[in-house]
């Protein structure tokens, strides 16, 4: 159903000087998240969980969803990539994710349920 994937420093350099994420995170896959967050937050202790399920429990066959995610206050850029969330993306609340479809930003969300996560990344 989902592979997951850790964000790299490059992709986050690349969309704090963009604005937006470059081809090799947003088309992925069919189905793209992105996933920001910081380690303290109990909502992505959930997300990360039903993520984990979600990748443990089908595998990445050649039509799964790609899932990459940043817990951005572990890296030492941590104000650039609030700037860009906060300000250019204007969401200050966390998680914050970002949804693709064939490498198009197709919808935003905070916290949502696994069940709500996987319709609107299926959508």
């Not at 069919?30 to 990360?48: K, T």
């Not at 429990?57 to 030492?76: I, K, Q």
Request: charged share 25%; aromatic share 12%.
């Amino acid at each position: 159903m989902i592979v997951r994937k850790d964000l790299s420093r490059a992709q986050a350099e690349y969309a704090m000087e963009h604005g937006e994420f470059d081809e090799s995170v947003t088309a992925a896959a069919a189905r793209v998240a992105v996933v920001l967050s910081q380690d303290w937050c109990g909502q992505w202790a959930a997300m990360n969980r039903y993520l984990d399920e979600l990748a443990a429990s089908e595998g990445g066959g050649t039509d799964a969803a790609v899932v990459f995610h940043l817990l951005y206050n572990r890296v030492d850029y941590l104000q650039e990539f609030l700037n860009l969330k906060e300000k250019t993306w204007r969401n200050a609340l966390i998680p914050y994710v970002r949804y693709y479809h064939r490498g198009r930003l197709v919808r935003e969300s905070n916290y949502v349920s696994q069940q709500e996560f996987l319709r609107r990344l299926e959508r």
